[in-house]
């Protein structure tokens, strides 16, 4: 903000040194108009002046005198003659003045005075001798003399005249030439006397102009001090040397000292300790001490401590500018005491995080309120199932159907609850296996087909490409196709519905799976499209109690695609019908000899002998049903004690153990098993509804080899027997399991973590050190088979998956009488396998 | 300049030569012609009026000599005689003003005070040799023009009087 100068002063400014200039010019001009005119002047007053006028008069004054001595001396020839020579001799050194001195010469007038001087020599040069001859010549001679002498007198008369007339033009010339200097001098001296003026009126103008510039000057200091009195944020301005020189009255409440206290002083240790100056906290509290420090400024806000006058440290906000000053550089420090907001955000802080504990408590409470439903469900719908199977009543048939349905449905609820709880806690995991899409979508169609033709409505199925065998969770996508297909079901009346699907490649080589269930029902309205995929949403509640479902059918498939990396979506007008589509990139699958998918009612199973260890008398039933049905042979036992017991006793191919037991729990009951006994190398599979994230690991840590989640059915039961391992299993795991480590790490939060990975590295080092020693040691090979099993656990319990495997596999191999190559492979395999893991823990962390 | 070192020069030999010869015994009456008549208020006197000096007399007075031009002659002159100073000192003049006058009747008066160190000089002696009444002799006041700007001045030239016959000192 430049003040507005006048374009005058800026003018004047830039005509001062020219005025200056000329000037000087003018008054060397004047100096030297001076000189010309003293010189005119000496010559003036030094001239060679016996007056001219006066020399003339007194040549004719004395000729005259000479003529009358000589009239006398003609007159009276007897007069003596002296006197008459005296006169002569006078006129002779008046003469001589003009024939040899300067008194009649002049510069102009050298021709006359030099004409006159030879009239008077040639005169004197006749008459002289005369005048010194004898008196009788003289006196003789005296009348024609007299004559020669009137002849003088008139050319000097003449001559005289006209040397009068030039001296007075020369003496006109000569004043004019003055007169011209003194014109000159005095024109000079105009001139200097204006440009005197003119300077003098610049410099009073200049004058002006630079008291109307620091009168703005001042009054804009004054509005800057008011802006910056009044300023919000504290304003503190220290000097090149860091010391305090502009204090507002913000500052004044923000630090507590009066503006008078600090000016002057420096600014660090008074507004900023020297301790936390030292401090090493990234620099932040030097930084206001330090505020010259040219990084920090114009390098916008930053935090740190500031010191009160009352020695109180508290947070600040600052950010500093600089600007030159009179006096150097300056540091502009803007700075905010934010203890007020750090409360706030430290008060917001807590109530997140006891939301967020909150949150857990509910999914903690939401999984274990599941287990706790599940576990009885699973026993009313087998008994029912049981019982379906028994009746003969066709009532009785009926209301049993109708149990069925109601504890189907209840079951979904809770399920629906549990991967709601799953999902939100990150454990949902997926499985990766091979399976054929057309087949596997045509299976799920055909399972609502009876459901469709019961009620009515048109099925069909499309498959709009060829067909993939891609690799993938199907039970998860068919959970999604099942719930479009299910509404659908709901809405289309006697509609239609049509199950389009599409693989097409992607650039990455997987296909992109799209399955579109449409139907001709009444359509949903824009605004109501994006609701439907929340929780616990229905657009029609009364159809809730007829069609069941508690409204998080589509919320849940809507977290199952977009986990599994997909979309879905619904594109739908009212009256027109309803659209959902998912889309879902997968990869192709390997290609596989075995694994066939096992369909229910398949071929009969080989006969194995199964033990059953479980408390709940309903489920044991179940269990038993349902094996006999698949032709196993099976013994029962009601707890872990029981149960080990039997293990012990006689070989079994297969033990199904329950977790939650009393006297002894499943867990337990296994490591009992594994330890020693007939069935030490028996495949033993748990059965429990516990299925949150790292259970698993937990029962593999002690010994188990699967786990079947309850509510059981056919379908998987007979993969248990067939010895197909579950998804999770998956063989040549990664070195750590990383959904493992994830879920400890929220659930037991960073710090805790990362106590646990040290106690981790300190414990398997031990355990993985220990393995080896013994291997190589004389023991028996079930002492090894124990301590690689409690080696497994550490390693379980961590998620050291691999290593956990090794130990587990050599644990096993102890177990099955295969010692010898069981310990070569631990002395070779356990070290390597735990630097590596180790490793990979430590970065973790 | 080289004229005025001459000068000067001589100047301070004829002084230096001369000083201390003063003149006390008093003048007897002129042998030869008279050259010059003094009147008024001299201590000195060898007639009812006051002194009349020949050129003889002249000569016993303290004599100085200086070379100069004038503007009455061509080329510098070189002129002996008596200072003024040294002819007041010599007779006991007194008096404010001093009358001179020539033959040719011209005259002229000066104050006492006028009389200074170095002029005029009562010169009768022009290159050695006495002056003519054709030369402006037999006495021709005058002074070192060459020496100072003082002396080329229209007072100074109308002071310098030639054909001297009288000087009178009056109160």
């Known amino acids: 903000m430049a003040p507005p100068f006048p374009p005058f002063a800026t003018l004047a400014r830039a005509a001062r040194p020219v005025l200056i200039v000329v000037l000087c010019g003018t008054l060397l001009l004047l100096g030297a108009l001076g000189l010309r005119i003293q010189s005119a002047l000496v010559s003036l007053r030094s001239e060679a002046t016996d007056n001219l006028y006066w020399n003339l008069s007194q040549l004719e004054v004395d000729l005259v005198r000479l003529s009358e001595e000589i009239r006398v001396n003609v007159a009276d020839p007897a007069a003596p003659l002296d006197e008459l020579r005296r006169r002569h001799d006078l006129f002779y050194s008046r003469a001589q003045n003009v024939i040899h001195g300067n008194g009649l010469t002049r510069a102009g007038l050298e021709d006359l005075s030099q004409s006159l001087g030879r009239n008077l020599e040639a005169y004197l040069a006749s008459e002289t001798p005369l005048i010194d001859g004898p008196d009788a010549v003289l006196r003789q001679n005296l009348p024609a003399m007299a004559g020669r002498l009137v002849q003088l007198r008139e050319d000097i008369r003449q001559t005289s005249i006209r040397l009068i007339e030039r001296l007075a033009r020369l003496s006109d010339e000569r004043r004019a030439a003055v007169a011209l200097l003194v014109q000159q001098m005095a024109l000079a001296m105009a001139t200097t006397i204006g440009l005197l003026i003119s300077l003098l009126a610049l410099v009073i103008l200049l004058n002006r102009a630079a008291i109307r510039e620091g009168r703005m000057t001042v009054q804009m200091s004054r509005q800057l001090k008011a802006t910056v009195d009044s300023a919000l944020d504290a304003i503190v301005v220290v000097d090149d040397h860091g010391r305090i020189i502009q204090f507002n009255a913000s500052a004044e409440s923000t630090f507590g000292y009066a503006r008078d206290e600090v000016m002057g002083h420096p600014a660090s240790g008074l507004l900023i300790a020297e301790d936390l100056i030292a401090e090493a906290d990234g620099g932040g509290a030097a930084r206001l001490g330090g505020m010259d420090d040219l990084r920090l400024v114009d390098a916008g806000r930053f935090q740190t401590q500031a010191l009160h006058r009352t020695g109180r440290a508290f947070p600040i906000e600052l950010s500093i500018s600089s600007a030159e000053g009179d006096e150097g550089r300056i540091f502009i420090a803007f700075l905010r005491d934010i203890s007020a907001r750090r409360a706030a955000e430290t008060a917001l802080t807590r109530a997140r995080d006891e939301a967020l504990a909150a949150e857990k408590t509910k999914t903690e409470f939401l999984a274990v309120m599941s287990h706790e439903m599940r576990t009885p469900l699973n026993g009313v719908i087998a008994s029912l199932e049981i019982a379906s199977r028994k009746a003969s009543d066709p009532e009785q048939a009926r209301f049993i159907a109708l149990a069925q349905e109601s504890a189907n449905l209840l079951l979904r609820h809770a399920n629906d609850v549990l991967d709601i709880t799953r999902m939100e806690g990150g454990g949902m995991r997926f499985a990766a296996e091979s399976f054929d899409l057309q087949s596997h979508l045509s299976d799920l169609v055909e399972m609502v087909r009876p459901i469709c033709t019961e009620r009515g409505i048109a099925l069909d199925f499309q498959m709009l490409t060829p067909s993939a065998r891609l690799c993938g969770d199907p039970f998860r996508l068919g959970q999604i196709v099942q719930n479009f297909l299910s509404n659908a079901i709901k809405f289309v009346g006697q509609g239609r519905i049509t199950v389009e699907a599409e693989a097409n490649p992607l650039e990455d080589g997987r296909r992109e799976v799209e399955i579109r269930v449409i139907d001709t029902g009444p359509g949903i309205a824009l605004a109501d499209q994006e609701r439907i995929f929340q929780d616990f949403v229905m657009l029609d509640p009364s159809f809730h109690r007829a069609g069941g479902g508690a409204g998080l059918g589509l919320a849940i498939s809507r977290r199952l695609a977009e986990a599994m990396g997909g979309a879905l979506g619904v594109e739908s007008e009212p009256g027109q019908g309803s659209c959902f589509w998912l889309r879902l990139p997968l990869p192709l699958a390997a290609v596989q000899a075995a694994a066939e998918p096992l369909q229910p009612g398949g071929p009969a199973l080989p006969a194995q002998d199964i033990l059953v260890v479980e408390d709940n008398a309903t489920n044991r039933a179940v269990l038993e049903e349902m094996l006999r049905h698949l032709g196993q042979r099976i013994v029962l036992a009601s707890d872990g004690a029981k149960g080990a017991a039997e293990a012990a006793a006689r070989r079994y191919d297969l033990i199904l153990m329950d977790i939650s037991m009393p006297v002894m729990d499943g867990l337990e009951a296994t490591r009992l098993i594994r330890a020693d006994g007939a069935s030490r190398a028996a495949r033993i599979v748990a059965v429990t509804a516990h299925s949150l994230p790292g259970d698993l690991d937990r029962f593999r840590a002690a010994g188990m080899d699967d786990v079947l989640v309850k509510p059981l059915s056919h379908a998987a039961l007979r993969q248990i027997l067939v010895g197909r391992a579950l998804p999770e299993d998956r063989p040549e795991a990664m070195l750590l399991d990383r959904g493992r480590i994830s879920d400890l790490k929220i659930a037991v939060g960073a710090e805790t973590f990362a106590r646990l990975a040290q106690g981790f590295l300190r414990d398997a080092e031990a355990q993985a050190q220990r393995v080896v020693q013994e291997a190589g040691q004389p023991g028996t090979d079930a002492d090894l088979a124990a301590i690689c099993h409690e080696a497994s656990g550490v390693a379980a319990v961590f998620g050291a998956q691999k290593l956990q495997a090794h130990l587990s596999g050599a644990e096993r191999a102890l177990r099955d009488g295969q010692g010898q190559a069981a310990r070569a492979r631990l002395i070779a395999e356990t070290l390597p396998l735990w630097a590596q893991t180790r490793a990979a823990v430590a970065d973790l962390l | ?171």
């Open chain 2, 1 to 171: 300049m080289k004229v005025f070192l001459r000068t000067l020069l001589a100047l301070i030999l004829l002084t230096a030569g001369m000083s201390g010869l003063g003149h006390s015994e008093p003048f007897g009456p002129p042998k030869g012609a008279v050259v010059l008549t003094v009147t008024g208020q001299i201590a000195a006197k060898n007639t009812e009026t006051g002194l009349a000096l020949d050129a003889e007399q002249l000569a016993t007075l303290p004599q100085t000599s200086f070379t100069t031009t004038t503007t009455w002659t061509d080329g510098p002159q070189t002129f002996q005689g008596v200072l003024l100073k040294d002819l007041i000192a010599a007779l006991g003049a007194t008096g404010s003003t001093i009358s001179l006058r020539a033959a040719n009747d011209y005259s002229i008066i000066m104050p006492m005070a006028d009389v200074k160190e170095d002029g005029p000089l009562l010169a009768y002696l022009m290159n050695g040799k006495p002056m003519s009444l054709r030369d402006k002799g037999p006495i021709w006041m005058v002074y070192p023009y060459d020496l100072n700007e003082a002396f080329r001045t229209e007072e100074t030239y109308s002071r310098s009087i030639w054909q001297l016959v009288l000087i009178d000192f009056g109160a």
